[in-house]
């Protein structure tokens, strides 16, 4: 069994930074890939950023390319996403999610964490 909990979402002004930490415990290494996910009201989960637990590949939409980063701590089983610029189009409710495959589609996260709300206002 995997769990993953989230934390560091709140209220923030357009400009403001944040980070998200995701800790996973249980059997983290099942997961391959780590992502970060984001759900607005009336729209669709999607992802906002990937990373493998092994080597250094990362994705980014583009909606947050150049702003936002995401890292993983090993050692302390922890994924991060460090948010700069944040903008009011950010504001969503923002999921940490695993998966066992190497490059996997949105279906193929196994593992969710239970979302932290981040609002940016304007």
């Known amino acids: 069994q995997v769990q993953l909990v989230e934390s560091g979402g709140g209220l923030v002004q357009a400009g403001d930074s944040l980070r998200l930490s995701c800790t996973v415990s249980?059997?983290?290494?099942?997961?391959?890939?780590m992502a970060w996910f984001r759900q607005a009201p009336g729209k669709e989960r999607d992802v906002v950023a990937r990373v493998s637990w092994v080597g250094f590949n990362t994705y980014y939409s583009d909606s947050v390319k150049g702003r936002f980063t995401i890292s993983r701590d090993n050692a302390k089983n922890t994924v991060y996403l460090q948010m700069n610029s944040l903008k009011p189009d950010d504001t969503a409710v923002y999921y940490c999610?695993?998966?066992?495959?190497?490059?996997?589609?949105?279906?193929?996260?196994?593992?969710w964490g239970q979302g932290t709300q981040v609002t940016v206002s304007s």
């Open positions: 249980g059997r983290p290494f099942i997961t391959t890939t």
């Open positions: 999610a695993g998966s066992t495959s190497p490059a996997p589609s949105r279906d193929q996260y196994a593992y």
